[in-house]
Every structure is written in C-alpha cells, then in structure tokens.
C-alpha cells in the first residue's frame, strides 16, 4: 500500500483515516451501507468521470479511488 503525502486537488473525501471515515459512514453500518457509500464515492471520483487519463485530477482520483476500495473491503470483511 503506497502513502499518498501530496495534495489533491479533489475535495470532498478524506483517504488517510479508517475505513468507515473513507467511505463517509458509521463504524456500524451494514453491509448494505457500506456498498451504497461505495458506489456513491466511486460515481463522484472515479478517473474515468474526473478528468482525462494523465491529467493531474485524473492522478488524484486514482489514489481515491484505490482508499476507497480498500476500505469498502477492509468493512465487508470484517462483517
């Protein structure tokens, strides 16, 4: 897992803390919870949506997009 010390230029997310906080939810939610927060974060910053491929937001939304999966799989396996 690569650390990210930069700044993005994507606001509106927080990739550092626990999971739950990545995805925005409570440290109880439900599985369905947290893949409703998944795909909500995933239609906001995928790269695809975000900018064009080697655009510097496009960059940014990657290392998003990458917290958020992992902390999408770091709570459903854990339930």
């Known amino acids: ?19 739950h906080e990545v995805l925005g939810i409570s440290a ?18 995928h790269p695809d949506r975000v900018g064009r491929p080697g655009s510097r937001e496009w960059t940014d939304a990657q290392i998003i997009a990458e917290a958020i999966n992992r902390a999408k799989e770091a709570l459903l396996k854990k339930s």
């Open 28 to 45: 109880a939610a439900t599985p369905a919870q947290v893949q409703k927060a998944y795909r909500e974060l995933m239609k906001r910053f």
């Open 1 to 19: 897992m690569k650390r990210f010390e930069g700044v993005l230029r994507l606001e509106g997310i927080r990739i550092d803390g626990s999971p």
